[in-house]
């Protein structure tokens, strides 16, 4: 297993954690809520070239800076089942009353191997909180995103959660547990 740095910046909305997973050189940049100044402050300072934005899921607390990142050449990543959420209401910003910069993912993926740069990404399709929720590995780290946390499960109660699903990626995620990953939750 590699070994990876990585840096934790919770959001001031909604306690959301934002990571970047980094070796000498570039970062991935996982779930940036509204953490685009403190995120490129840590890589500037660091010297590191941001690859790409990885979305657990599309809800706007986990994705509300990735325009910012976009504009800057960065690639947005995510499922293709959350895609437009970050294009339409599905994320959830209203309900909140918070403003969402909409953008388009620039790749879609489904379950499998994301190579990007030197990095190999190992990514869990686990619906239930929403339909395109993924967990990703990369390396020692495995990111939960919103499915489970330290205590407790995500929430299936949104328009496209599903409770059923829910265990069913649980189930399926029975075997990662047991490895001797360090996890990062998303809240
Ligand atoms: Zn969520
Ligand atoms: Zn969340």
């Known amino acids: 297993m590699n070994h990876y740095n ?5 959001s001031n909305i909604l306690m959301e954690n934002c990571y970047i997973v980094y070796d000498d050189k570039n970062a991935l940049i996982i779930d940036p809520g ?46 293709k089942l959350d895609e437009d959420k970050l294009y339409t209401d599905g994320n959830l910003s209203t309900m909140l009353g918070i403003e969402f910069p909409f953008i388009h993912a620039d790749v879609t993926f489904v379950e499998g191997i994301l190579n990007i740069g030197e990095f190999e990404v190992d990514v869990i399709h686990t619906p239930g909180h929403s339909k395109g929720s993924v967990c990703y590995i990369i390396g020692d780290c495995f990111f939960s995103g919103d499915t489970f946390f330290a205590q407790g499960i995500g929430r299936t109660d949104f328009y496209d959660g599903n409770f059923k699903d829910m265990q069913n990626s649980l189930n399926k995620l029975k075997s ?9 939750y998303g809240h």
């Open 34 to 79: 509204n953490t685009y100044f403190e995120v490129m402050d840590f890589v500037t300072k660091n010297k590191l070239k941001i690859l790409a934005v990885l979305l657990t899921h599309g809800h706007f607390d986990h994705c509300l800076s990735c325009k910012s990142f976009q504009q800057d050449g960065a690639l947005i990543y995510i499922h």
């Open 176 to 184: 990662y547990l047991k490895m001797p990953y360090k996890f990062y």
């Open 6 to 10: 990585v840096k934790r910046i919770v």
